[in-house]
């Protein structure tokens, strides 16, 4: 069963590392072996995704009401949903290879993917001329963008900064890249939370969980406010900044896997 302390600390890894793009699943599938567990619980850590949902919708409120009420950002709105199909179709597909397959949930594995997408995040935002806005969003970017959400399935790719990526290849600029994420993210987030929810339900409610409903309830609230300060840090970050420092970041996580990997093997 989680505990309280762990329900914060799985929350708060939830939150930060879900829009900051440095990989929420990679992040929680190592936190988990940190603590010394035998296996993520993936209905719990899915039920962490409303706190990130209810931090999307709160942040980009504004945006959504006028996405869905003037006419004039109807193509706009067309083209986020439009992104959002290839991640639906290989969520489908994929499901069961995401909670089965032991690779995804290997401490290497999810160290190796680190640094790979990091150093191919570096290089979208070295070669990326930086000078498309969101306005300039047509069919091709959806489709080439959301393909690269697609692909967040896998540990270690993360869903911010597989878009990131992908919107910087297409000549985006930081930002513009980034909030064309988070408006992906909302549709595609519910999606997840409402599937999984029937999937609790089915499945045994709560006890599928394996934590308590006000345990539940705790990390879900720190994912959220967590999540919410996310949001807007990289934001901000990237009106100035470039991605080194997230890069780094992924690169100083995995050495740290390997490094307590191969001391627990020789122990």
């Known amino acids: 069963m989680i505990s309280w302390w762990e329900a914060v600390l799985l929350g708060l890894v939830q939150g ?5 793009p440095v990989s929420s699943s990679a992040h929680l599938n190592i936190t988990h072996w940190l603590l010394g567990g035998e296996e993520r619980y993936l209905t719990f850590d899915v039920m962490l995704h409303i706190g990130t949902l209810a931090a999307l919708a709160f942040y980009f409120r504004g945006d959504w009401a006028e996405l869905l009420r003037n006419p004039q950002q109807s193509k706009l709105r067309n083209l986020v949903f439009a992104a959002c199909v290839p991640a639906v179709i290989a ?22 993917m680190l640094i790979v997408m990091g150093l191919v995040l570096l290089w979208a935002d070295k070669i990326g001329r930086k000078q498309r806005t969101l306005e300039q969003v047509n069919g091709k970017d959806a489709l080439f963008i959301g393909c690269a959400q697609a692909l967040a399935l896998v540990p270690g790719v993360s869903r911010s900064g597989a878009t990131l990526t992908a919107g910087l290849f297409r000549q985006f600029t930081r930002e513009a890249a980034a909030r064309y994420s988070f408006l992906m993210s909302l549709p595609i987030t519910l999606g997840a ?23 539940t309830l705790l990390g879900i609230a720190v994912s959220g406010i967590s999540g919410f300060w996310a949001i807007g840090f990289l934001l901000n970050y990237l009106k100035t900044k470039d991605v080194s420092l997230f890069v780094a970041w992924r690169i100083l996580v995995a050495l740290m896997v390997f490094a307590v990997y191969f001391a627990r093997s020789r122990g």
């Open 16 to 20: 930060l590392t879900e829009f900051i």
């Open 91 to 112: 969520g489908l597909l994929l499901r069961d290879l995401e909670e089965n397959s032991p690779y995804f949930k290997e401490p290497i594995f999810n160290a190796v």
């Open 193 to 215: 939370v409402v599937f999984e929810g029937k999937g609790l339900m089915k499945e045994g409610g709560l006890d599928s969980l394996h934590a308590s409903l006000p345990i």
